[in-house]
């Protein structure tokens, strides 16, 4: 079947250190990998997207590259900010469905001053 | 910026009672969507809806559940007789186009308490 891993939170980081968050996947065939992140009080927003192999997605500094080899697509920013405090969603849409995304459990990132 | 908005933000219900959830989803958008997280749990996908008619829906959503887009610009979810696992925070999403894009737009969500 299709599912995702995500890492557990709370990530606590402290302001521009290095954030990564590890994402693995299982599906069958090659789906399309996402991130997204909901601010607190606010509905999920698309941070990023890789549709195949090797892509790397990358907005507001983070990136995320497509590892198949891996089943992987790992968060990271380089220098994180206090207004990066979030839940963060790693999804997948499976190759046989155009519809529905498949969310992984969401990490919480809380960055301090 | 135009969003997706839900109502109630809230709702608190008695066990065996009919709840409707109600979305605006983007204007232009054409393919709409139902997911929900049960706290602590994953966010789930429910239903997809295009053209006046369910596209997938998951096996949790059964009988009890039902979609309408009642006029241009709402989308709502119902459930006929709420049971306690119902509680959850629901989601409404919408998107321009469907195929992998994966590019949904959400709401901030409606908290649904079945006591």
């Known amino acids: 079947g299709n599912s995702v891993t995500q890492m557990e939170g709370p990530v606590t980081l402290s302001e521009e250190a290095f954030l990564t968050i590890n994402c693995t996947y299982t599906a069958t065939g090659y789906p399309s990998l996402f991130w997204y992140v909901q601010y607190p009080g606010e509905g999920l927003q698309l941070l990023l997207k890789?549709?195949?192999?090797?892509d790397k997605g990358s907005n507001k500094g983070f990136e995320a590259t497509y590892r198949k080899e891996t089943t992987s697509f790992h968060l990271e920013k380089g220098s994180v900010q206090v207004s990066d405090s979030a839940v963060y969603f790693c999804?997948?849409?499976?190759?046989?469905?155009?519809?529905?995304?498949?969310f992984g459990s969401g990490t919480r990132l809380l960055v301090r001053p | 910026e135009p969003e997706v908005t839900q109502t109630p933000s809230h709702q608190v219900t008695q066990m065996g009672q009919e709840v409707i959830l109600r979305c605006v989803p983007i204007s232009n958008h054409l393919y709409f969507y139902w997911y929900r997280q049960i706290l602590g749990q994953k966010v789930e996908f429910l239903v997809s809806f295009y053209n006046n008619e369910i596209s997938e829906k998951s096996e949790i959503f059964d009988d009890q559940f039902s979609v309408e887009r009642p006029d241009g610009s709402n989308f709502t979810l119902k459930i006929r007789s709420t049971k306690l696992e119902d509680s959850a925070m629901y989601f409404c999403?919408?998107?321009?186009?469907?195929?992998?894009?994966?590019?949904?737009?959400f709401g901030e969500g409606s908290r649904l308490t079945v006591l």
């Open positions: 890789a549709t195949k192999a090797d």
């Open positions: 999804a997948l849409t499976p190759r046989d469905s155009s519809y529905k995304l498949i």
């Open positions: 999403a919408s998107s321009v186009a469907a195929r992998n894009t994966g590019e949904l737009f």
